[in-house]
Structures are given as structure tokens and as C-alpha cells.
């Protein structure tokens, strides 16, 4: 048995996320329709996090244990054979240690959610990033979102579905950048809530429109209720982007 780490990239917009549904598709399950495919054996793919439906990744991070003899570079090749028909693609296979594992191994976790923030509509980035119609001031929603850095109590930002046992998170890092028409925000802790991060957005966007202060922002930090939360951001925007180990 051979475990194998896959860095995958998608677009989440067909799928009802990462992780394997029983009312839809997934990503997970694409990848394990086309590992048993060419390998004839039943394959689980574990991953780094779970993307909500719509949300898309850069560098997912993911492995598999193969018992068939089969090189990185031919598995990779395979997989992607097999994921023709859907938006995913593996863009790196790797063979690793036993004790490698997707998700218990990761150390950091980072995100980065996209708004173009125009008045005309989107064209080629339909689905891929959030427009907001209504000028943003950057600056503004960067030095609030440092109000966000460091370990706090982020139940305001969860969802109400968050399954998570602690609401209590350390977010390392929100930066705020713009360039042009296209505002970035990248997030990194170690772990998320479900749906913290476009929580996060929502709030930083209503700052960025003048329609919050950095206080309200912290307020509703403070607040610990879910009740508080001023706007959760669409999964349009939203791309995980690389695990680190």
C-alpha cells in the first residue's frame, strides 16, 4: 500500500463542495470515481478542509492510499483521464509516508477571497469573484480586519451548522489589497470555522462602504453571537489556496 499526497485544483461551482454528499456532487467524490476507475479498487480521499459548495481551490491538498503498483507521475495522469468531464485537475502527486495525513498533518490552512468591485457586471469572472457595485475603501477594511488577527472567540463569524466543538480560533493573518478594479483578502490560521471567512468578508465589505467602523467591527467580534454578524460574502469569491505541513 502506497499513500499518495495530491495537490488539486477546481472550480466549485458545479459542486455541493469537497466533501462527498449524498444530494450532490462533490469534489471528493469526482477524484474517487476516477481513482477506482483506473486502479480497480475502492479509493477514499481524504483532504486538507471542506469547501462549501461554490467556493473553489488553488492547492487543495489531498491523499489517497493505492495498494496497485503505480508511479506519481502515472496516477496523476490517470486521475486526470478520469476528471476530463468536471473542473478539477491534479496538479501535483507525490508518494508519502504512512503518517502523512491531509488534514491531521496540516499546520496552516490559507485562503484568499476575490471581489471586483465595479459597477459593470462580470463577464469572465462570473461566479469566480464577488462584484460589489459600491465603491470599497481597502485601507479602510484592511486596518479594521486587524481587529480579526489572533486568537478570539469567533462565533459571530461561524455558521449556525458549524459543527466544530470550540468557536475559539487563531487567525494568523487577514490582509486586505487592492489592485485596480480587484480587491484580495487572504486569510491563514491553522484551522476555520465553517464559514468564517466570508463572514469575515461580509463585515470587512460593509466597513469598506463606510457602512461600519472598525469599532462595529470589533463589536461584533466582542459580541459572540451569530445574531451580530452583519453580512456572510457569497462563495463566489472564496479560493482555497495552499496547506502548509
Known amino acids: 500500500m502506497t499513500r499518495f499526497r495530491l495537490t488539486v485544483e477546481y472550480d466549485g461551482r458545479p459542486f455541493m463542495g469537497w466533501q462527498r454528499q449524498a444530494h450532490g456532487p462533490s469534489v471528493q467524490t469526482a477524484i474517487e470515481d476516477a481513482a477506482a476507475a483506473i486502479l480497480g479498487e ?26 496497485r503498483a503505480i508511479t506519481p ?8 483521464a478520469g476528471l476530463r468531464a468536471d473542473p478539477v485537475s491534479v496538479i501535483d502527486c507525490v508518494a508519502v509516508s504512512d503518517d502523512f495525513h491531509a ?5 496552516a490552512r490559507h485562503y484568499e477571497y476575490r471581489i471586483v468591485n465595479r459597477r ?36 459571530t463569524f461561524r455558521s449556525a451548522h458549524c459543527q466544530a466543538e470550540s468557536p475559539v480560533r487563531t487567525l494568523d493573518r ?6 485596480g478594479d480587484a480587491i484580495t483578502i487572504s486569510a491563514s490560521a491553522r484551522s476555520f470555522l465553517h464559514h468564517q471567512v466570508r463572514s469575515m468578508v461580509g463585515c470587512l465589505s460593509l466597513v469598506g462602504r463606510g457602512k461600519w467602523s472598525a469599532a462595529d467591527l470589533r463589536g461584533a467580534l466582542e459580541a ?6 452583519g453580512l456572510n460574502a457569497p462563495p463566489d469569491g472564496l479560493y482555497f489556496m495552499r496547506a502548509d505541513y
Not at 478542509?49 to 467556493?55: E, I, K, L, M, P
Not at 469573484?129 to 488577527?149: C, E, F, N
Open 42 to 67: 475502492t479509493i477514499a480521499v481524504h483532504g486538507a478542509g471542506r469547501t462549501d459548495a461554490g467556493v473553489h481551490g488553488r492547492g487543495m491538498v489531498a491523499h489517497i492510499d493505492v495498494a
Open 73 to 80: 507521475f502515472r496516477l496523476m495522469e490517470g486521475l486526470n
Open 103 to 107: 488534514r491531521f498533518s496540516c499546520i
Open 120 to 155: 459593470a457586471p462580470l463577464t469572465f469572472d462570473s461566479g469566480l469573484a464577488w462584484r460589489v457595485p459600491s465603491a470599497l475603501d481597502a485601507a479602510a477594511m484592511h486596518d479594521a480586519a486587524q481587529a480579526l488577527v489572533g486568537r478570539h472567540d469567533f462565533t
Open 174 to 179: 487577514l490582509d486586505v489589497v487592492r489592485e
Open 224 to 229: 459572540k453571537d451569530r445574531a451580530a454578524l
